[in-house]
């Protein structure tokens, strides 16, 4: 039987769960060899969660793959990203993968820069549009996550640091105008172990804090450990 060779990609990366997922689901298609993080212009936390770039990168290395972290305002945002591709084009990759479900400005968006780029972008998500099952997806796959923001004026502080689980599921189920996913920036997650991970992460030291619009998960310190054989996925 002839091998199939797959093209190597990368994945659109802010530490969460969407990514994870999409990571997941690509890789029967896809050889998957970085991980692209935008980073704000400090190079401290990430652009779009607000996460310590050293966590990050301690998911890379969980993950057994390169992180490429490329610092940028949101002014320069687009031409630091498709500068990002470029790079990552020299390196022998053709297409990227993006987490994204159903903003359509999204899509056109990442598609556009991604042409422009020579690279082709692929969304394993796209039009799901029963987002509990996602959810349930990513449970019952064995994807292990806590929610590292959230928007003030949806969800309060006391859902930072909780488990996306079944009890979770059914929480946030009840909240009017809250999309179970978060796909309208109700919250954020960090994915800390799953079927992508060789290690998992655990969590040492963390505080809430408040900056504007949205309440974080300051992940303050936190180590690899060996994955627990048999351990339940929720």
């Known amino acids: 039987m002839e091998e199939i060779i797959k093209l190597n990609a990368f994945v659109s990366w802010s530490g969460g769960k969407d990514g994870a997922l999409s990571y997941y689901r690509a890789m029967k298609n896809f050889h998957v060899t970085h991980l692209l993080n935008m980073v704000a212009e400090n190079g401290q936390i990430s652009r779009s969660h607000g996460i310590r770039t050293g966590v990050l990168r301690l998911q890379a290395e969980a993950m ?49 820069v991604s042409r422009e780029s020579g690279l082709e972008a692929v969304l394993p998500l796209w039009g799901e549009k029963n987002r509990e099952n996602l959810i349930k997806e990513l449970i019952e796959t064995g994807f ?73 998960l300051d992940i303050l310190e936190c180590e690899l450990a060996e994955n627990v054989a048999g351990a339940p996925t929720d």
């Open 64 to 112: 057994d793959l390169t992180i490429v972290q490329t610092k940028s305002s949101w002014e320069t945002y687009e031409a630091e990203f498709k500068r990002a591709l470029s790079g990552l084009k020299d390196k022998g990759i053709e297409v990227g993968i993006f987490g994204d479900i159903d903003f359509e400005e999204h899509r056109e968006w990442v598609e556009r």
């Open 144 to 216: 292990k996550a806590v929610v590292v923001a959230t928007k003030k004026n949806l969800l309060g502080p006391e859902w930072l640091g909780r488990r996306i689980d079944r009890d979770f599921v059914r929480d946030i189920s009840k909240i009017k105008g809250v999309d179970i996913s978060g796909e309208k920036g109700e919250y954020h997650t960090l994915v800390i172990s799953g079927p992508i991970f060789k290690k998992r992460i655990n969590i040492l030291k963390s505080e809430k804090v408040s900056r504007g619009e949205h309440s974080f």
